[in-house]
C-alpha cells in the first residue's frame, strides 16, 4: 500500500513505490505528469517513471534474506482480483530444471519481460489455483506454447462461475472424487505432472527443488495448493533455512484485519466446514512448510522462529480453522 508520497532520498520509500506502481491492477497508483511542480518533484516523478531502468521493480524474491528460487511477478491481474503471481525455479521429477508461473499477471509486454527475465523460454507449467484466479491463461499460452496449464476438475461445470469453458482444455486436468474428502484423513496429492503422489502417505520431506500439489477444497471445490521445497540450504550461521513453501490461493492467509491473524477468509468461501477440514491437514503436515505464500492477503513467514515454530503454525491454524467453523 502506499500512503504518501515517496522521499526520493529514501531507497526503500522508492522501491515500495515502484512496485505498487506496477502491481496495481487497475493502475490506480501512477505517476501524474504536472509543468507546475518543484525540483524535487520533478526528479522523484523521473525516478518513478516507467521509462527509466531503474524503476523496474520486478521480478523480486519474495524472502527478505536468501534467495528462496521464489519471485513476485507483480502485474496483479484486476480479473482476478488483484491475486499475487509468483514465478518459482525448481525441479522435475526427473531432476530436470523447469519453472513454474503460480496464478495469472495481467498479460502485458512489461509482464512478459519479467517472466522472460526468469524463465528464457517462459515457464514451463502455469499453476492456476481456483477458477477466481484464471484470467488471461490463454493469452500466456498463447505466448508460450509449450507451457502446461494445472487446474482441478472440481472448479468446472456449475462451480466455473466465470464461464470459461477452455478451462476444460487445460494440459493437466487434476480429478479426484471431491465429495468424499470430507471422509477421508488423507490429501489427495500429484507430481507436477499431475501423477498421483503417495509422498505424503510415506511421510517424507520432499526433495530439494520437489514440487507437490495439494488438493485443498473449501474456498472453491477444486480449490489447489502448491508445496515446494526450495534448493537453497544456508540462511545464515544458524544453517537455518526454509523448510518448504506452500503456496495456498485463496485457501489460508495473512490478513491485517483485527490487528493481524492467519485466516481462511471465510466471507469469501464456498464450503466452509470442508474448508476448515482442510485446514486442520495442511496443519498435520506443518513440519512440511515454513512460508505460506498466499494469493490474497499477506505472505506469512516462519523460517525465522527458533523454538516452538510448529506450536505457532498450530496455535495460528487453530485460530483461522475457529473462524471458518463459527462463521455462519
Sequence with gaps: ????????????????????????????????????????????????????????????????????????????????????????????????DISVMVDVPRFSSSAVNVVKSLAVSGPDYLFLTHVDDTADHNKWKKEFPNMKRIFHSGDLGKHNWVGDLTLEEVEILLQNDVNDILDDNDIATWDINGNPSDKLKQQKQLDPGEFLILHTPGHSPGSISLLFRPEVQIINEQNDYP????????TYAWTVRGGGYMSGFPRYGNNLPLQATTLQKLCNIRDMWDIVCPGHGHLRFYDHIKENRNEVKQNEMMIAIKELQSTR
Design 243 to 250: 523448510n518448504g513453501i506452500l503456496f495456498t490461493g485463496d
Design 1 to 96: 500500500m502506499v500512503y504518501n508520497q515517496p522521499n526520493i532520498n529514501n531507497k526503500e520509500e522508492l522501491e515500495a513505490a515502484r512496485s505498487a506502481l506496477q502491481a496495481c491492477p487497475v493502475n490506480a497508483i501512477r505517476v501524474e505528469q504536472n509543468k507546475n511542480v518543484v525540483q524535487d518533484e520533478k526528479a522523484l516523478r523521473k525516478s518513478l517513471s516507467s521509462n527509466n531502468h531503474d524503476a523496474k521493480a520486478f521480478p523480486k524474491s519474495i524472502h527478505p534474506m536468501v534467495d528462496t528460487e521464489v519471485s513476485y511477478i507483480g502485474h496483479h491481474n484486476d480479473s482476478t482480483f488483484g491475486a499475487i503471481p509468483y514465478l518459482i525455479l525448481g525441479k522435475s521429477p526427473k531432476g530436470n
